[in-house]
């Protein structure tokens, strides 16, 4: 029963092709299907009556026994299309209710009606084919021009950096005799600013010192309460400023500790071992118990021991052994000199240094000028050792097998979407600015070429972007396609922190087809 | 030991890992878990008296109960229902303030049909009823129930006396003058001195105070956030022993062995529906869903019980010999003497309520699967798109997203029924709304779908944004349908939104104007090919306390969430379900997945188990969390395939696909964070694996519709524990790595990294059982090793079953409705096998209306037959059968002759195979709808 419905639509189909043969094989195959003889699977593993062939029963292992069925899970049905191109589309897809054919032939049970559209496909594909074929003309054309500017940039930067080289070594040498010239000039400036700064620095010294005896004399005047021009225990014990252990009273022990073990002390006595020792608890008698401002400042010192009191002059120390080091100019001298002179100022009542002598002043102009001289040596030098660089960098690059992209080097293109603005600077990195303002953030810097193993130049990427939460770095997947501008035409997230661009360029154009290997028809 | 090493390393990476265990509560944190917890064993002062018994339409009978320490007494009510099973209900004989019960219809599916009852013995202190083949033995003093079947205790109530019931009562204020007041002023300690005796009133002067003062009664405190209680202390607890039983089962959800552990070293098992963030494995945790059954298996018998309470519950499970002095006295249990009893104590202890046990007494595990479902129903016949493959993900961006991975799948020749859009698609997380950018135009994207005989899912959560341009949400308030703080005002709550609220979907009233949201005219962009996802629905609320509802949030009459949190998502389950019902106006069955779920949720939908995480540790416990929920009658439920959270490497991925495909519910699903994963995506040897497995799973959906129809009408899961067809056999009873497909297939799914083969149980001494693939034969009641390279999935056909298959696949499993059967007829011992197989037109519900097909299929004495074996269906299709497949047959036929009633005999070819024992039957060409018989001669 089921037999006659097949064989009956199996013989209407074979008079409406130009060759007769089973539904669902194409004409190249129809030969391997002969009505009256027995049918051999195509794989050759088995023979069937010829009834078997599309009788809705798989029987060959390779399912070529049914072309015009969904019974064999490996088969392959063919679709005529006429007028469109003729495709192979799975078995399973016969009968399905989906019209998977423009011309229908894969519905035949009737439960689905199929319209056949191979005619307007046919006129579409071509269109679609002709816009293609102008495209990738008018692109190519571009990308021609594209690989001749890429070639001859190439070419421009090969001569730069062969020149750079070469004067590289100029500049080299130029750099070695300016620095000797300024080491030469410098070495007696610097003695001789050293002799005169010693010379300052002694005097300092001295000023100091003097100052200092002069208050412990003023002290020992004040504590010697009984003028015998000595200090005994009796007189250290009234200060409560000698009490140590804050207990109240000074003991005996106390006071002999602060008199160095001597039952009394002298003027030489206190002044040598004494008053180094309470100079930082002294206070005039009479002050001690009242804590006026004089006090909290002096309690404060005492107390924040980490602020040693001639700090400022430890610091000029130091701002000295600066000028020494050669890589300080003259202008930052002259700035330091000037905080030293409002440190000491402020601190101890002290002068500030006086100037050089008019032969140090010399010396140190000559010093200026040779320091000078090197400084524009060696920036020279670098200067040209980074345009080196730059071109060695521009000359790694991979810019396609014929230079072709290296035209989008330096240039940024920028996509907008709903929310971001996403730019891509070429050879650099790419990034995404929210519309609405807020900072940018680098979806990744340029890393490679990505594109499949045959077809490299398809696709770049860019890596190690800002980080994700909870996710990979970000990194960007730049499609190529052909167009004839260069432009970014979509911007995606396809997982989380994996962006993807589309870009369009006219290097990615390949030469038009020739149009007499258009094979658009092999059977009508 | 350097195992033990490992193992305590392995504890403190995965901790690190995973679940922040400070937010959720343990039994010391809770308030009445740590008072229930306390009890000792032993002491109970619940006295029945037993001159109060009434008896109701000879069914019921009502005793109270005198808690001789406060003298509060409560009203027991012990009824006997159909189907073997009896009930025990205990509630305060006059509360201050009405006791929340669940409403009949709401978990149970309607007021359970009583049965007759005897009352067989009564003494002073004891009472026996008798029912079926049972006796209910109610004892006074101190108060225990015992079940006994046939001379046997099955399950017994109140042994350890760990009865404690909290009635409602009023705040003493001040709290700090109380002590002072003590036994003076105090009502309730003067009836004490009044009514009880010497020495119970000695002692309750100690006591009652002492329980007076404990914290937590009136206000608690979690993390910072306060429950201010105002009703008080209201829990409810008491045991329930199972005599002669080793092992139980069931109380779903939890991270945890199929076989439930004893508790002493950990805290009880908890239900109380909550939104875990990267739920860690092997502990008992709550989760997203809770059902308190729980199954009893030995062997000779299984028995069930019903907890029939929604709120916060605690379990303890501890391991115990029976009591046999008091049961040989009871129920002339003298047969051993020596042989010790094992027994199983469960302690149950509820927030709130009032205890409702359901006492199911089997005999069999078939028994009480059909006992649990007279309760609380079946899960409705899903449409067949519904056990198809789903491919879900968080986010498919757009359109042209959901276009891509639709046109992959076909590109890649792999089949896929549903396609799902999470959160993103929707316009700032309104839900019934479209982000416009994305999906500007989602019907003609939902038709284009649709064309290919696919559907699509989108996600509706129950948390509304608090928006007033909002539509769904300014409604819900302006009909004031919100549920309300303990102020009174409308809840606000932090989800996906950001501030939110929820409509109190406990309200009748609520969840018919909810279901309307689904009609077409009002979910703009959907399509009758649009189905539903109910996400968070526990519910999840980022800044609540255990980050969901506080508990005394307020449902309608008053209820607080404390009451029945464990049914909120069950109603926003039933309200989406009931609208997609309204949408087609009953005709076409209704899809909706939900993450909370609770005893009745089979009715509504499926269920999965929530945020899983790319490990294999994750895909392993998959099997016994799903036997668990099938077990407690949730039936269609399935985990995410490759995992929710992190990035599962291709071997992981491709044997979580093997292990879904034979799992009840299979979907994959992702985690926005994580990379693309789709089948297409893989490796090719991967994704051709993965194909296949997608492929097993469309062939072998005639035998799931057919086990979830027999779901339907007969409560069973599909997917089952071994000891449920082979309940004697000891060795399966804490079997969890291994299960069964009904009673034909059994299904072994490689769970761990590497492994190329996998000792695989086969039950039942003398059972044959063949490879599905290779029909290699293995006898049964031993352990074989078995190869399984990344390509195998261990599945085995019981010798004796007939199993439908389907073998010609196509894009979707609507588009193979018409496509002939090819049956797999597995031979036993004595050359004979049995099937069957249920048709309809896989979408509506026609079939409840008679149009089906019941279809048996016998071999036996070397003939086949095909008849009806329900004479109420007919439905006519075209589907017919292209080819039967014998397996196990030793002699090769000389002929085939099929035989249709008013045909003429038809001589059939055929192939056999003597090395593989292998017959296949070509082309019998018969509508399924037909009676024939094929012999072989």
């Not at chain 2, 006059?94 to 409403?103: A, F, L, T």
């Not at chain 2, 069930?304 to 040989?328: P, Q, R």
Request: glycine letters at 6%; proline letters at 5%; a negative charge.
């Amino acid at each position: 029963m089921k037999y006659s419905i097949v064989f009956v639509i199996l013989s209407l189909s074979s008079c409406l092709a130009t060759v007769p043969r089973p539904r669902g094989v194409s004409i190249s195959m129809a030969s391997y299907y002969q009505p009256g003889a027995k049918f051999r699977c195509l794989d050759g593993t088995k023979e069937y009556p010829f009834e078997y062939v599309n009788d809705d029963y798989c029987d060959c292992p390779d399912g070529s026994d049914e072309p015009g069925t969904s019974a064999c899970q490996n088969g392959k049905f063919h679709c005529t299309n006429a007028g469109y191109r003729p495709t192979n589309i799975l078995s399973s897809r016969v009968n399905d209710g989906i019209c998977d054919c423009c011309d229908g032939t894969d519905e035949w049970d009737g439960n689905i009606e199929c319209v056949n559209n191979c005619k307007e496909l046919g006129k579409k594909m071509r269109e679609e084919a002709d816009r293609v074929r102008l495209l990738q003309e008018a692109g190519y054309q571009k990308k021609l021009q594209n690989i001749k500017e890429g070639k001859q940039m190439r070419e421009e930067k090969k001569v730069e950096l062969e020149e750079l080289q070469k004067s590289k070594v100029d500049l080299e040498a130029s750099k070695d005799e300016m620095e000797a010239r300024k080491n030469e000039a410098e070495t007696p400036e610097k003695e001789a600013k050293e002799k005169h700064e010693q010379a300052w620095n002694e005097l300092v010294e001295l000023k100091k010192a003097e100052k200092e005896k002069l208050r412990a004399e003023i002290a020992f005047a004040e504590l010697d309460t009984n003028g015998d021009s000595k200090i005994d225990v009796s007189e250290i014990k009234v200060h409560s400023m000698f009490d140590v252990d804050s207990n109240g009273e000074v003991s005996d022990e106390e006071a002999l500790e602060h008199l160095e073990e001597a039952l009394e002390a002298d003027l030489e006595h206190f002044t040598l071992k004494v008053w180094p020792n309470i100079k930082d608890v002294y206070k005039a008698p009479g002050t001690e118990s009242k804590g006026d401002n004089q006090d909290d400042v002096e309690e404060n010192k005492a107390s924040s021991s980490d602020i040693p009191e001639v700090e400022g002059y430890d610091d000029d120390d130091d701002y000295i052994d600066d000028d020494d080091d050669d890589d300080i100019d003259d202008e930052d001298d002259g700035y330091m000199d000037e905080e030293v002179k409002e440190d000491t100022g402020n601190n101890e009542e002290e002068d500030k240094m006086p100037d050089y002598d008019d032969e140090t002043k010399s010396l140190i102009a000559i010093a200026d000028e040779a320091r000078q001289q090197f400084t524009e040596a060696d920036n020279n030098l670098r200067d040209t050792e980074n345009k080196i660089r730059d071109l060695e960098s521009y000359l790694g690059n991979d810019y396609g097998p014929e230079d072709e992209y290296s035209i989008l080097k330096d240039n940024c293109y920028e996509y907008t979407d709903r929310e971001y603005t996403y730019k891509l600077c070429a050879y650099s990195r790419a990034t995404q600015r929210p519309k609405n303002g807020g900072s940018e953030t680098t979806l990744g810097n340029w890393g490679r070429w990505d594109g499949p193993s045959d077809d490299k130049y398809a696709a770049q990427r860019y890596e190690n972007g800002q980080g994700c939460w909870n996710g990979p770095n970000r990194s960007v997947k730049v499609h190529f396609k052909c167009g004839t501008e260069n432009r970014v035409t979509s911007a995606s997230e396809p997982s989380r922190c994996e962006y993807a661009f589309d870009f369009e360029t006219p290097s990615r154009c390949t030469a038009p087809p020739n149009r007499s290997s258009d094979d658009i028809h092999d059977e009508l | 030991m350097n195992w033990l090493l490992l193992c305590v390393l392995l504890i403190s990476v995965v901790e690190i890992l995973s679940v922040s265990r400070e937010n959720f509560k343990t039994c010391d944190q809770s308030g009445f878990c740590k008072r229930h917890r306390a009890m000792q064993p032993g002491s109970s002062p619940y006295v029945v008296l037993m001159d109060s018994i009434k008896i109701f339409e000879s069914s019921t009978v009502e005793l109270q109960i005198l808690n001789t320490k406060n003298n509060v007494r409560l009203l027991l009510q012990v009824s006997a229902l159909k189907d073997n099973t009896a009930r025990v209900k205990i509630n305060e004989l006059d509360p201050i303030k009405k006791r929340y019960e669940i409403p009949v219809g709401d978990a149970l599916v309607g007021e359970p049909k009583l049965q007759n009852m005897k009352v067989l013995e009564r003494t002073d202190g004891s009472i026996t009823l008798g029912f079926e083949d049972n006796k209910i033995l109610i004892t006074s003093k101190p108060f225990r129930i015992d079940f006994i079947n046939n001379d046997e205790a099955v399950v017994s109530i109140n042994t350890q006396g760990l009865l404690k019931f909290e009635h409602y009562r009023k705040k003493e204020t001040p709290p700090a003058q109380e002590e002072t007041a003590d036994g003076q002023e105090s009502d309730t300690n003067n009836e004490e001195q009044q009514e009880g005796g010497d020495e119970a009133g000695e002692e309750n002067k100690e006591e009652t105070p002492q329980e007076e003062e404990e914290s937590g009664m009136w206000e608690e405190t979690f993390k910072n956030f306060h429950d201010s209680k105002p009703f008080g202390p209201s829990s409810v607890g008491m045991d329930v022993s199972f005599p002669g039983f080793e092992h139980v089962y069931g109380i779903p959800q939890h991270a945890d062995s199929f076989a439930l552990k004893t508790t002493k070293s950990t805290d009880p098992y908890r239900l109380f529906n909550l939104d875990v963030f990267e739920y860690e494995l092997y502990n008992p945790m709550a989760l997203y869903g809770s059902i308190p059954v729980m199954m009893a298996h030995n062997e000779k018998r299984t028995v069930g019980i019903f907890w029939h309470n929604a709120a916060e519950t605690w379990i303890d499970i501890s391991s115990n010999t029976a009591d046999k002095n008091f049961l040989s006295k009871m129920a002339d249990l003298v047969n051993g003497g020596s042989n010790e009893i094992p027994q199983t104590d469960t302690h149950w202890m509820s927030e709130s309520g009032v205890i409702d046990i359901f006492i199911m007494l089997g005999p069999s595990a078939h028994d009480v699967y059909y006992q649990y479902a007279q309760l609380t129903g079946t899960t409705n016949l899903p449409p067949l798109f519904g056990i198809s493959y789903h491919q879900c993900r968080w986010n498919y961006n757009d359109q042209e997203d959901v276009k891509n991975v639709d046109a992959n799948f076909d590109l890649y020749d792999i089949p896929y029924d549903v396609i799902w859009l999470d959160i993103e698609h929707t316009d700032g997380k309104r839900y019934f709304t479209w982000d416009g950018e994305k999906f500007p135009n989602s019907e003609e994207m939902i038709n284009n779908v649709a064309a290919k005989g696919r559907k699509m899912v989108t996600i509706v959560d129950p948390h509304l944004k608090r928006d007033d341009n909002f539509a769904v949400y300014k409604e819900a308030k302006d009909l004031d349908h919100m549920v309300k703080n303990k102020d009174g005002n409308e809840y606000d709550g932090w989800c996906w939104p950001g501030s939110s609220s929820w409509p109190d979907f406990t309200n009748p009233e609520v969840r018919r104007w909810w279901a309307t949201k689904f009609l077409l005219d009002n979910y703009k962009g959907s399509t009758p090919a649009l189905f539903t996802w109910n996400d968070m629905n526990e519910p999840s609320v980022f800044n609540g306390p255990e980050i969901t509802f506080h508990k005394d949030v307020i449902h309608m009459d008053g209820f607080e969430n404390r009451d029945m949190h464990n049914l909120y998502g069950q109603y926003v389950l039933q309200a989406t379900s009931e609208g997609l019902l309204l949408r087609s106006e009953n005709k076409e069955r209704p899809f909706v997945l939900s993450r909370a779920f609770f005893a009745g949720s089979q009715r509504y939908g499926a269920i999965w188990t929530g945020d899983n995480m790319g490990e294999w540790g994750h895909l392993k416990i998959s099997l016994p969390m799903l036997l668990s929920i099938n077990l407690a009658g949730v039936t269609f439920s399935g985990a995410d395939v490759g995992g929710f959270f992190k990035n599962p490497d291709a071997e992981l991925l491709t044997r979580w696909y093997q292990a879904g495909a034979f799992q009840p519910f299979f979907r994959a699903h992702a985690h926005i964070d994580t990379k693309r994963r789709e089948p297409y995506i893989q490796p090719e040897e991967n994704m051709k694996i993965i194909r296949q497995a997608i492929i097993a799973r469309y062939s072998y959906l005639p035998l799931w519709y057919t086990l979830f129809y027999e779901g339907e009408t007969k409560g069973i899961a599909p997917m089952r524990p071994l000891w449920v067809e082979y309940p004697a056999d000891k060795n399966t009873f804490t079997m969890d790595d291994e299960y069964l497909l009904g009673t034909s297939l059994l299904v072994k799914p490689i769970t761990e990294q590497g492994q190329t083969g996998t000792q695989v149980y086969f039950p039942g001494q003398n059972e044959l059982w063949y490879d599905v693939e290779t029909f290699k034969l293995y006898n049964g009641g031993q352990s074989v090793y078995v190869d399984a390279p990344l390509s195998k999935i261990p599945v085995f056909q019981r010798g004796g079953s007939i199993v439908p298959r389907k073998l010609r696949i196509r894009r979707s499993s609507s588009l193979m409705v018409h496509d002939p059967f090819t049956l797999i007829v597995c031979l036993d011992k004595k050359e004979s096998a049995k099937g069957n197989l249920y048709v309809d037109d896989y979408h509506s519900f026609n079939y409840r209306r008679g149009e089906y097909l019941h279809r048996e299929f016998t071999f036996d004495q070397n003939e086949f037959r095909s008849q009806s074996v329900d004479v109420h269906g007919n439905i006519s299709t075209k589907e017919w059968i292209e080819k039967i497949i014998v397996v196990g047959l030793n002699k090769e036929p000389s002929k085939a002759v099929l035989n249709v009633k008013g045909k003429e005999p038809q001589i059939l070819q055929w192939e056999y195979s003597s090395y593989d024992k292998e017959l296949i039957i070509r082309k019998p060409g018969v509508n399924i709808a037909t009676d024939f018989s094929i012999q072989l001669s």
